[in-house]
């Protein structure tokens, strides 16, 4: 398992982060097309949670393969990994959303078989460096007080936990050190969520159509 990337923001025009995309690819494309993205020029940068519950799953999931998108690795990447595995568990995956793969023709379960191989190479964390500042991106949590490129960290905690953000909710907010801000996703919110140095980004996009993209560099960044 990667556990680290570290991404040089200066090969790119404009970075965007974008929250759980849950088989949304139509409403993905529809918002970067607003938004002027350019394959060639910019990055889309995801926070995990590409599959399961959404209808185009297979389609998210291809978007790994192109050079101008990386992905951290969430709890839904992992389960598919785990169920398609000798020894995986199905049940688990089949009861949060991974019903779709089953229902896939003879060539689209090839296609993702393969997509879901190359998926076991996501890391759990992604670090850029953009314009002086360090973002990380991970799927729910870094659970560590602070950041070091590197460092050992639970892998389950990174893609499943939910305690920093309850805590934050319940106004225990606590800054991690060692980088500008940190960017997750995991925990569905009506509206992005910002504590201390921490963001959330998962807006429930299969649920509601409210897919929340954050622009960390170009023209237009929020910070």
Request: net charge negative; hydrophobic share 40%; proline share 3%.
């Amino acid at each position: 398992m990667r556990y680290y990337e570290k991404i040089d923001g200066s090969k790119y025009r404009n970075i965007w982060v974008v929250g759980d995309l849950h088989g949304c690819y139509t409403n993905l494309m529809k918002k970067l097309e607003t938004m002027g993205f350019d394959t060639k020029k910019d990055l889309l940068i995801s926070v995990g949670d590409l599959v399961d519950r959404g209808t185009e799953n297979v389609e998210c999931l291809e978007l790994i393969t192109f050079p101008w998108f990386r992905a951290v690795r969430g709890n839904h990447e992992q389960m598919m990994i785990d169920g398609l595995s000798e020894r995986g568990n199905v049940n688990h995956w089949l009861f949060n959303g991974g019903g779709w793969f089953f229902n896939l023709d003879y060539d689209k379960e090839i296609l993702a078989k393969a997509l879901a191989h190359k998926a076991d190479e996501l890391p759990l964390i992604i670090e850029l460096v953009s314009e002086g500042k360090k973002y990380v991106i991970c799927h729910a949590d870094y659970p560590c007080d602070e950041y070091e490129f590197g460092k050992p960290v639970d892998h389950q905690q990174v893609i499943w936990n939910r305690e920093r953000i309850s805590n934050s909710q319940d106004g225990i907010v606590k800054e991690i050190k060692g980088a500008d801000t940190f960017i997750f996703g995991h925990t569905p919110a009506v509206k992005p969520l910002k504590f201390a140095n921490q963001m959330y980004i998962d807006t429930g996009a299969v649920f509601c159509g409210n897919l929340t993209l954050i622009q960390v560099q170009g023209e237009g960044a929020w910070a």
